[in-house]
T-cell receptor, first 114, second 115 residues
Framework: AQTVTQSQPEMSVQEAETVTLSCTYDTSENNYYLFWYKQPPSRQMILVIRQEAYKQQNATENRFSVNFQKAAKSFSLKISDSQLGDTAMYFC???????????FGAGTRLTVKP | EPEVTQTPSHQVTQMGQEVILRCVPISNHLYFYWYRQILGQKVEFLVSFYNNEISEKSEIFDDQFSVERPDGSNFTLKIRSTKLEDSAMYFCASMKGASTNEKLFFGSGTQLSVL
């Protein structure tokens, strides 16, 4: 079974600064996908960024980037130039290739302070 | 952009009652899911559905739960006899296929409150 661990229940960052959220996972699979989802107070689940395990290049989406270390089974999210609107819960998630379910970590509550 | 829609946004029910949560996945998607999130906790997988049958389910998805795709557009989750601990946000999600570019699209959730 796949497990996803987010070891930081809460984090805070000053507006305009950079923050990194940690995620590790456990799997015996070689082909899979990793995701970061943002959940603002509205509780909508919003996809932030996605990484295919077979790709060595780290995914980036504007101010969001990941540091994917496949051997270490680590998938951290870096948010640059943090904005107040980034305040949310962030969930790391794992999905096997060709499989049907996505498994989530426990989440990290990020607060961006003015 | 197409969306997954869920109705109602909030449902209140008495313990022991049956509830049906409704979802309309994105129209050309083939894989459908239900997740739940108890307040303050992580998002938990309940069930996945493909080709008109359950493809995978978690230990949470016991005999009290069932899913249906009664027509070409709706995807429902039924809880037969609700318990207090069923109170949670229930998210429906859909995915187009299982190729390398796939991702789950989530609905905005139904908050179920069991009294």
């Amino acid at each position: 079974a796949q497990t996803v661990t987010q070891s930081q229940p809460e984090m805070s960052v000053q507006e305009a600064e950079t923050v990194t959220l940690s995620c590790t996972y456990d799997t015996s699979e070689n082909n899979y996908y990793l995701f970061w989802y943002k959940q603002p107070p509205s509780r909508q689940m919003i996809l932030v960024i996605r990484q295919e395990a077979y790709k060595q290049q780290n995914a980036t989406e504007n101010r969001f980037s990941v540091n994917f270390q496949k051997a270490a089974k680590s998938f951290s999210l870096k948010i640059s130039d943090s904005q107040l609107g980034d305040t949310a819960m962030y969930f790391c998630a794992f999905m096997k290739h060709g499989n049907n379910d996505m498994r989530f970590g426990a989440g990290t509550r990020l607060t961006v302070k003015p | 952009e197409p969306e997954v829609t869920q109705t109602p946004s909030h449902q209140v029910t008495q313990m022991g009652q049956e509830v049906i949560l409704r979802c309309v996945p994105i129209s050309n998607h083939l894989y459908f899911y239900w997740y739940r999130q108890i307040l303050g906790q992580k998002v938990e997988f309940l069930v996945s559905f493909y080709n008109n049958e359950i493809s995978e389910k978690s230990e949470i998805f016991d005999d009290q739960f069932s899913v249906e795709r009664p027509d070409g557009s709706n995807f429902t989750l039924k809880i037969r006899s609700t318990k207090l601990e069923d109170s949670a946000m229930y998210f429906c999600a859909s995915m187009k296929g299982a190729s390398t570019n796939e991702k789950l699209f989530f609905g905005s959730g139904t908050q179920l409150s069991v009294l």
